[in-house]
């Protein structure tokens, strides 16, 4: 497929193997690709901000899930080497793709940043909220990558709350406009992929993410060639976060859920 030239695509992220199988996909499509690397969050920031929302117990739960969880990341690599090859995906850094580093995508540097390159979208995928007034200084449109169907599954761990929930049809991805709130903007486009029985928590949303690369792109095309056709998110909707670690072990040991 030949590259698209001209309008610049800027893709904010803090980086990691799912972010950059979209990266890759978008600047295999598009000439003008370039990506903005924010700081990660420092994990006692994240402690706090949870425990604010949810109490102390249930932050130190979730948190616990992350930690215990990473060292399973060893053990599934080879699904995550299968996932990526039968997606014909790549998640290999390019490194002839502009990268700027950035503290935040909140930050006045970031917003100059932007502004002086002129995207014509902003493509968001694993990094920070946008603030209110961050999104109100954006020269284009934003669109972000989520992990999950929307609105059922918005926050975090779209795919594995919804096996949780048996509903394993909306198993999959949203592709929709930014607004000031947690995944509610209008749709644009939605995937949806069966889970092996051999994926996990590690491998949930690159699944998610490579076998969303065609509706990610597709929604790039009509935002350069002005066509957006967003769509309310009508549904029940709820957002979820990490599963605290007896939740995580519970379904993991009694459904097999992992």
């Known amino acids: 497929m030949e590259t698209v030239p001209d309008k610049t695509i800027a893709i904010v992220t803090a980086g990691g193997r799912n972010p950059q199988v979209l990266i890759n996909a978008l600047n295999a499509r598009f000439a003008n690709v370039t990506v903005l690397i924010e700081q990660p969050e420092s994990k006692a920031l994240f402690l706090k901000r949870r425990a604010r929302k949810l109490g102390w117990v249930t932050a130190a739960g979730q948190f616990a899930t992350m930690v215990v969880s990473k060292f399973g990341k060893r053990f599934t690599e080879q699904r995550a080497e299968d996932i990526v090859r039968d997606f014909g995906a790549s998640d290999a850094v390019d490194p002839t793709v502009p990268v700027a580093e950035i503290e935040s995508i909140n930050s006045t540097a970031a917003i100059d940043h932007i502004r002086r390159i002129g995207p014509a979208v902003v493509f968001l995928v694993s990094c920070r909220m946008l603030s209110a007034s961050t999104l109100a200084a954006m020269p284009c449109p934003v669109i972000n990558f989520h992990a999950g169907i929307n609105p059922q599954y918005r926050g975090l761990m779209g795919g594995y709350w919804a096996l949780v929930e048996n509903d394993e049809e909306n198993f999959g991805a949203t592709v929709h406009l930014v607004d000031t709130g947690v995944d509610t903007g209008d749709i644009l486009y939605q995937s949806r992929v069966k889970p092996s029985k051999s994926d996990t928590l590690h491998t949930y949303p690159l699944l998610q ?17 002005g066509t957006l056709k967003p769509l309310p998110a009508n549904g029940t909707s709820r957002q979820w976060y990490h599963p605290p670690v007896w939740t995580w072990l519970w379904n993991g040991f009694t459904r097999g859920i992992w």
């Open 209 to 225: 993410t490579a076998a969303s690369t065609d509706i990610v792109i597709r929604a790039i095309e009509d935002a350069l060639s």
